[in-house]
């Protein structure tokens, strides 16, 4: 695989989906800021991992729904590293009830990380590839880590899901304002990757037999699987793809209930 040349910003880095990307582009020689909420062991492994493969790293904490700490962040990474090319807009969490038992905690919560958060990291992203010169080639990348929950709709989860598909049309129309200047922006939605979000499932056998059947791959993705489809949109290989949402998701937002076994 060829050397990646550049810095990336990694939201929610310390597990699961980001750890695995800010693992991957760092062993690429990329340079990483390692962003995480809470839990700073985790992000310290996640330096860890990169510096054994050869990368370099920084971490920061910021909670990605205050404004005040997502511009700090980005002015770190500014400090550390004299700018940034890529941004993977990744944190992100579930607090699931059924709808009439949602509290507006339980609603704004989700809806302050998910989306709130994609929005201020974006702008912060946005702000800086503005303000980098004309040379005709791209100025900056933008990756949003959506689900396919911003298609498929999913009871007991609607505040999870309405941020999902919000960041869809944050996605795209923010694609479209900023591809004039050369800035590109797309969506990586996973489907269900074993991370800690989702622990209770492919940890216990019969949730898991559940789960395969809305996976005509027949398998549980890993963090890998979604490493490497961001390296890709973050490369010059995916030059002219802009706006576009790539599904990681082994076949699951292809009607699974309708493959034939007969
Ligand atoms: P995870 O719980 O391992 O990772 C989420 C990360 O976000 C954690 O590191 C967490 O600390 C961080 N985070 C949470 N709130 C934050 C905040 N306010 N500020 C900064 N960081 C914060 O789960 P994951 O599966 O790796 O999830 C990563 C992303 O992938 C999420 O956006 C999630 O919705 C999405 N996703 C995951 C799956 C899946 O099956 N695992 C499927 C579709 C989409």
């Known amino acids: 695989m060829t050397k ?6 990694v ?11 800010a693992v991957a582009f760092g062993q690429l020689g990329a340079n990483v800021l390692i962003n995480y909420h809470s839990d700073e062991e985790g992000a310290k492994e996640t330096l860890k991992q990169i510096n054994d493969g050869g990368g370099t790293g920084i971490i920061h904490q910021a909670n990605v729904g205050i404004e005040e700490e997502v511009i700090s962040m980005f002015d770190r990474a500014k400090e550390e ?9 990744n944190a992100g969490i579930q607090q699931d009830n059924t709808f009439s038992k949602m509290s507006l905690e339980e609603w704004t919560t989700v809806i302050d990380t998910n989306l709130t958060g994609q929005f201020l990291c974006a702008r912060e992203a946005i702000r800086h590839f503005e303000g980098k010169p004309d040379t005709g080639k791209v100025k900056g990348n933008v990756i949003f880590m959506s689900s396919v929950h911003d298609i498929i709709p999913w009871a007991g989860h609607i505040n999870y899901a309405a941020s999902k598909g919000g960041i869809l049309m944050l996605m ?8 004039p200047q050369k800035i590109r922006v797309n969506a990586i ?3 269900a ?5 989702n622990e209770e499932v492919w940890s216990d056998e019969t949730k898991k037999k559940e789960l395969l059947k809305l996976i005509p791959y027949q398998r549980i993705g890993e963090a890998k699987d979604v490493a ?6 973050a490369s010059d290989d995916s030059d002219y793809v802009i706006g576009t949402t790539i599904y990681v998701d082994g076949g699951m937002t292809l009607y699974p209930g309708f493959v034939d076994n007969g």
């Open 4 to 9: 990646l040349n550049k810095t990336i910003v």
């Open 193 to 197: 990757i074993a991370t800690d979000i």
């Open 189 to 191: 939605s996973p489907g």
């Open 172 to 179: 795209k129309s923010l694609a479209l304002e900023v591809a």
């Open 11 to 21: 939201t929610g880095a310390s597990s699961g989906i980001g750890q695995g990307i």
């Open 81 to 89: 590293f004299g700018g940034f090319d890529v941004l993977i807009n």
């Open 228 to 233: 490497k489809a961001a390296i890709w949109l």
